[in-house]
């Protein structure tokens, strides 16, 4: 894991311990399709939205940036207003170093 919370953790060290992108996926379908209503959506659905989808566009990204890294960045921001509105940094990286908060405070 990283160090601190102070500290930004590369993609590989917040992804280490997640699940697999094709289990993330099916997570997400199953959480929407139990929903009667998107209002219930809590912000654990869209951190892990936000981890799928930069996960997603990382593998999409060694051959050119695109669609999928616009999704990735779009998800992130509204992680992030969810958040800290008017907050100022990476996004994907405030989405990674989340998820690695999120999955260390499971740990324990």
């Given at each position: 894991m990283f160090?601190?919370?102070?500290?930004w953790p590369?993609?590989?060290q917040?992804?280490?311990d997640?699940?697999?992108?094709?289990?993330?996926?099916g997570?997400?379908?199953?959480?929407?399709?139990?929903?009667?209503?998107?209002?219930?959506?809590?912000r654990?659905?869209?951190?892990?939205?936000?981890?799928?989808?930069?996960?997603?566009a990382?593998l999409?990204?060694?051959d050119?940036?695109g669609?999928?890294?616009?999704?990735?960045?779009a998800?992130?921001?509204?992680?992030?207003?969810?958040?800290?509105?008017?907050?100022?940094c990476?996004p994907?990286?405030?989405?990674?170093?989340?998820y690695?908060?999120?999955?260390?405070?499971?740990?324990q």
């Amino acid at each position: 894991m990283f160090k601190t919370r102070s500290t930004w953790p590369t993609a590989e060290q917040a992804y280490a311990d997640a699940p697999s992108i094709v289990d993330e996926i099916g997570w997400t379908a199953r959480t929407l399709a139990a929903l009667e209503c998107f209002t219930a959506l809590d912000r654990d659905f869209y951190l892990r939205k936000a981890a799928l989808l930069d996960r997603i566009a990382l593998l999409d990204e060694p051959d050119a940036p695109g669609d999928v890294t616009d999704t990735a960045v779009a998800a992130a921001v509204f992680l992030m207003d969810i958040d800290q509105p008017g907050v100022i940094c990476d996004p994907r990286a405030y989405v990674r170093r989340q998820y690695a908060l999120s999955l260390a405070t499971d740990d324990q």
